[in-house]
């Protein structure tokens, strides 16, 4: 079955820098498109980065443009995000998510990311 | 950048059926595909519905969308207890180039 594993998330001080990676399993990861969406404590759900299949499109919000990077290592089935400059408001749980035609379809359980002095 | 307007709460009893709305600000939603999502408590979110009224594998029958003019609607007839979760909506934004999420509208079932 589809399986995304998440991790790297951990506490940070404001201005460090985090590393997450996404484990993908169960499906051919390749062919698909792959995001991170975050979500704070206690809030809603925010869109924050966007790749490609082949990498070749990469697109991210406007909070974290030009802070975070998203890649990807279709041989080794893995999605990753490197955060810098890290704020208090990018607390939140970063999800690894698969992208169908149609969307965002299947989650990982996400990876908390503390950012506090 | 549009934003999807979702109502905070919903409630209704087991057994009644519950409706969500989610609007658009910026423009119609009519010609946008949009997406719901359920979250359990302390769980990932869910696709629930895709492309506005399609239902993944595996999604109860009891669950539905539906859009019309300004808004898409997700409806959950015969309301059970665990449908208790908040749900989403969401749309790709071609300018954002990313997915737009509504604020969430939590369920309780009474």
């Known amino acids: 079955q589809v399986q995304l594993v998440e991790s790297g998330g951990g506490f940070v001080q404001p201005g460090g820098s985090l590393r997450l990676s996404c484990a993908a399993s169960?499906?051919?990861?390749?062919?698909?498109?792959m995001s991170w969406i975050r979500q704070a404590p206690g809030k809603g759900l925010e869109w924050i980065s966007y790749i490609s299949n082949s990498a070749n499109a990469i697109y991210y919000s406007g909070s974290v443009k030009g802070r975070f990077t998203i890649s990807r290592d279709n041989a080794k089935n893995s999605l990753f995000l490197q955060m810098n400059s890290l704020r208090a408001e990018d607390t939140a749980i970063y999800y690894c998510?698969?992208?169908?035609?149609?969307?965002?379809?299947?989650w990982g359980q996400g990876t908390l990311v503390t950012v506090s002095s | 950048q549009s934003v999807l307007i979702q109502p905070p709460s919903a409630s209704g009893t087991p057994g009644q059926r519950a409706t969500i709305s989610c609007s658009r600000s910026?423009?119609?939603?009519?010609?946008?595909?949009v997406n719901w999502y359920q979250q359990l408590p302390g769980t990932a979110p869910k696709l629930l519905i895709y492309s506005n009224n399609q239902r993944p594998s595996g999604v109860p029958d009891r669950f539905s969308g539906s859009k019309s003019g300004t808004s898409a609607s997700l409806a959950i007839s015969g309301l059970q207890s665990e449908d208790e979760a908040d749900y989403y909506c969401a749309v790709w934004d071609d300018s954002l180039k990313g997915w737009v999420f509504g604020g969430g509208t939590k369920l309780t079932v009474l």
């Open positions: 169960g499906f051919t990861f390749g062919d698909y498109y």
């Open positions: 910026s423009s119609n939603i009519e010609t946008t595909a």
């Open positions: 998510v698969r992208s169908s035609h149609y969307g965002p379809d299947f």
